[in-house]
């Protein structure tokens, strides 16, 4: 069965420094999603993507983040200046394009932890 | 704006025992409902959703829920737990939208 698949699982950076985490959507997906949990609390939507541009995004998004389809394959979300507040654990998710419930297929997270 | 309520933020229960956990969802259109369970520093494994038709739905492991629109919930049930059960579950709502809403979570505690 496809599935969303993302490196690293887990990435240790110093605050102030940059960090790019990657994903796989599944293969005939065209929407693209991050989300991002805090240790113990509800997991919350970053951004979405669709034919190359952010269709929406949250307030959590803001200047530092940016999210980029390098590749006919790769998903990633790149955090320029990480804080100590960015540790948490990221999901990518995907989904159809052409269906109205939109049911996204998380990947298994890449826990970020800023020191 | 959509929102997602669970109203327990921890249910604790025996082996072999039922269980029900209670979600709450607002939106003014029509919404779709999806189960999530998360096992210990694991991913999102979609447990079961409802996108219309039958508003009993049945999902993996055993589980089942009930959409009902009059009371805006979407209970996820199990009749019989077992140990392995035990993680956290989040009930999510989507409107056809690009953005899915998650609840705070509940997390299944199953004791032998």
């Known amino acids: 069965e496809p599935e969303v698949t993302q490196t690293p699982s887990h990435q240790v950076t110093q605050m102030g420094q940059e960090v790019i985490l990657r994903c796989v959507p599944i293969s005939n997906h065209l929407y693209f999603y991050w989300y991002r949990q805090i240790l113990g609390q509800k997991v919350e939507f970053l951004v979405s993507?669709?034919?190359?541009?952010?269709?929406?995004k949250s307030e959590i998004f803001d200047d530092q983040f940016s999210v980029e389809r390098p590749d006919g394959s790769n998903f990633t979300l790149k955090i320029r200046s990480t804080k100590l507040e960015d540790s948490a654990m990221y999901f990518c998710?995907?989904?159809?394009?052409?269906?109205?419930?939109?049911?996204?297929?998380f990947g298994p997270g890449t826990r970020l932890t800023v020191l | 704006a959509q929102s997602v309520t669970q109203l327990d933020s921890q249910v604790p229960v025996f082996e072999e025992a039922p269980v029900e956990l209670r979600c709450n969802y607002s939106?003014?259109?029509?919404?779709?409902l999806f189960w999530y369970v998360q096992y210990p520093n694991q991913g999102l494994q979609l447990l079961l959703k409802y996108l219309s038709g039958s508003t009993l739905v049945k999902g993996i492991n055993g589980f089942e829920a009930e959409f009902n629109k009059s009371q805006t919930s979407f209970h996820l049930r199990k009749p019989s737990v077992h140990i392995s059960d035990t993680a956290e579950y989040f009930c999510a709502v989507n409107t056809g939208g690009f953005k899915t809403i998650f609840g705070a979570g509940t997390r299944l505690f199953v004791k032998a």
């Open positions: 939106s003014s259109v029509s919404v779709y």
């Open positions: 993507f669709y034919n190359n541009e952010i269709s929406e």
């Open positions: 998710a995907s989904s159809e394009a052409g269906v109205s419930y939109n049911e996204q297929f």
